[in-house]
């Protein structure tokens, strides 16, 4: 694995290109301002648990083109063989400091369909060359701590360890899920290195190669037993499970014998609700009510759901590939779209794009979402433009269809989701000075999701919770829309 020193690479070529272009045209300086959101929740669930902020931050705060990225290059060439970028641009390059506002809303949060998890105001050619890294970071993330909530979630508040790695998408996605799944809710990671870098806890066992390098089962526990007594959950379905767990019994007492208890086991093959009820009953009888059955086998929210109305009796939930890879959905979709650019005279300007598919029309502006409660209840999600205030009829229009409007109750209070991160490049002093470590990120997506309605949590066919556009706002658009269109026609 050779990583590299800068990161600025990390990148599609257009961005480059279109960079280049900024800054041929004078128009490098100019202010703008980017919004990075997803259409549709992740999984046809409810919600999204935002997460990749904090190496997001790290990648920005780090971003530099160094003398290797610049060497590359310049050996890029057009369709002509000649140079794709000239000398003066590669030396704008080598003198760039990202000079972005950064706003966010904060890792745990929970999100919602078109609502901004980060934006980007600043320098036009900037705000630009950092597209595809933010989404790269942020999209994934965001998409295996969504999906680690929903698993924590069916497990009803059993632990559940995230086993990724071996089938992860790479040393970098292997680290990355596991961080983004402790943040969704689990309890530790088999991933060694990931319990260095992000303090994460880590749990293991034994793989069935360690009873089969044996003579028979019981010697390969006894084995164990031996080398580690203060970690033993052994594991049972190498020949025959329930005999497995006879044999963890039998291996258990001598332990209990020597002032050691046995963990517990794990069945990793089979019928996971017969065989844990009867391991159950064998643990029992033999004296170890309290040893844990633990699970893996290809598990995911949906068969979690199912061996739990099975009345199985497991205690711990180790899920692997379908947690580390998203397995049922690889990609959150997150997209990042121009809102808005300041004019000659430093005004703002909103900008929309228009498309055949309704739901892939912007919301033009400079946007925040402020969360409206009324007492302790989640009332709807507000879309406003914060360079015009949120107009005084406090309604929001569904982004979909402009019919579907709610007013805020008298008496909600709102919040915005979108806090200072970065100013001018750099940190700001409240986000700089605040705990917001990992383990603060992922109390707030406990307590967030804890806030939500049932109806929005559950796993089939959610409730939507409210989110819309501020009607002044949804107005202002249409009329977008509308001078656009009448604009094209009349070119036709």
Same mark, same amino acid.
Request: aromatic fraction near 6%; proline fraction near 4%.
């Given at each position: 694995m050779n990583t590299p020193a800068s990161l600025a690479l990390l990148t599609d070529l257009y961005q480059l290109t279109m960079a280049f272009g900024c800054w041929k045209l004078g128009r490098a300086e100019r202010e703008a301002v980017f919004h990075l959101f997803f259409r549709k929740p992740p999984f046809a669930g409810g919600y999204a648990v935002a997460a990749g902020l904090g190496p997001a931050i790290e990648y920005l705060q780090d971003f530099r083109f160094d003398?290797?990225?610049?060497? &590359?290059?310049? $050996?890029?060439?057009? /369709?002509?063989?000649?140079? *794709?970028?000239?000398?003066?641009? #590669?030396? &704008?390059?080598?003198?760039?400091? #990202?000079?972005?506002? =950064?706003?966010?809303?904060?890792?745990?949060?929970?999100?919602?369909?078109?609502?901004?998890?980060?934006?980007?105001?600043?320098?036009? @050619?900037?705000?630009? =060359?950092?597209?595809?890294? @933010? *989404? +790269?970071?942020? +999209?994934?993330? $965001? @998409?295996?701590?969504?999906?680690?909530?929903? =698993?924590?979630?069916?497990?009803?508040?059993e632990p559940v360890l995230e086993f990724g790695l071996r089938r992860a998408q790479g040393v970098d996605g292997g680290l990355t899920a596991s961080r983004a799944a402790y943040l969704g809710g689990c309890a530790a990671t088999s991933n060694v290195l990931a319990g260095k870098q992000y303090g994460i806890p880590v749990k293991g066992t034994h793989a069935h190669s360690w009873v089969m390098s044996f003579d028979d089962e019981l010697a390969a526990f006894d084995g164990y037993a031996e080398a580690m007594p203060n970690n033993c959950v052994f594991l049972v379905d190498t020949y025959d499970t329930l005999e497995g767990v006879r044999n963890a019994v039998e291996v258990g007492r001598r332990l209990r014998d020597q002032g050691h208890e046995m963990v517990g086991i794990r069945l990793d093959s089979g019928d996971l609700a017969y065989l844990s009820i009867e391991a159950r009953k064998i643990l029992d009888a033999g004296g170890f009510p309290n040893a844990?059955? !633990?699970?893996? /086998?290809?598990?995911?929210?949906?068969?979690?759901?199912? @061996?739990?109305?099975?009345?199985?009796?497991?205690? !711990?939930?180790?899920?692997?590939?379908? #947690?580390?890879?998203? &397995?049922?959905?690889?990609? #959150?979709?997150? !997209?990042?779209?121009?809102?808005?650019?300041?004019? +000659?005279?430093?005004?703002?300007?909103?900008?929309?794009?228009?498309?055949?598919?309704?739901?892939?029309?912007?919301?033009?502006?400079?946007?925040?979402v402020r969360r409206f409660l009324n007492g302790d209840k989640l009332t709807g999600d507000m879309i406003y433009d914060e360079t015009r205030g949120i107009d005084t009829r406090e309604i929001i229009v569904d982004v979909k269809d402009g019919n579907r409007r709610k007013r805020m109750p008298a008496g909600a209070v709102g919040a915005d989701l979108l806090v200072p991160v970065m100013r001018g490049g750099k940190l700001t002093s409240s986000f700089a000075d605040s705990d917001e470590t990992l383990e603060v990120a992922r109390k707030r997506a406990t307590d967030a999701l804890a806030g939500l309605d049932p109806s929005i949590r559950r796993l089939l066919n959610p409730h939507e919770h409210p989110v819309g556009i501020d009607v002044g706002l949804h107005e202002r658009r249409d009329q977008m829309i509308r001078e656009v269109r009448w604009d094209f026609a009349e070119q036709a």
């Open positions: 003398e290797s990225d610049l060497a &590359y290059l310049a $050996t890029l060439t057009g /369709n002509d063989d000649r140079p *794709l970028f000239e000398e003066g641009f #590669l030396a &704008y390059l080598q003198q760039l400091r #990202l000079a972005v506002d =950064i706003d966010a809303m904060p890792e745990g949060t929970v999100a919602f369909a078109q609502e901004p998890l980060v934006r980007v105001t600043g320098p036009m @050619l900037q705000c630009q =060359i950092l597209e595809t890294a @933010l *989404l +790269n970071i942020i +999209n994934f993330q $965001t @998409l295996i701590a969504t999906k680690a909530a929903r =698993i924590c979630m069916a497990t009803g508040g844990t059955i !633990v699970a893996s /086998n290809d598990l995911d929210e949906h068969i979690i759901e199912s @061996l739990k109305s099975q009345g199985a009796k497991i205690a !711990v939930w180790g899920v692997g590939t379908k #947690l580390a890879t998203a &397995y049922d959905q690889p990609a #959150l979709g997150g !997209v990042y779209k121009l809102g808005a650019m300041k004019d +000659n005279a430093g005004e703002w300007r909103p900008k929309v794009k228009l498309s055949e598919q309704a739901a892939k029309t912007t919301i033009p502006g400079v946007l925040q």
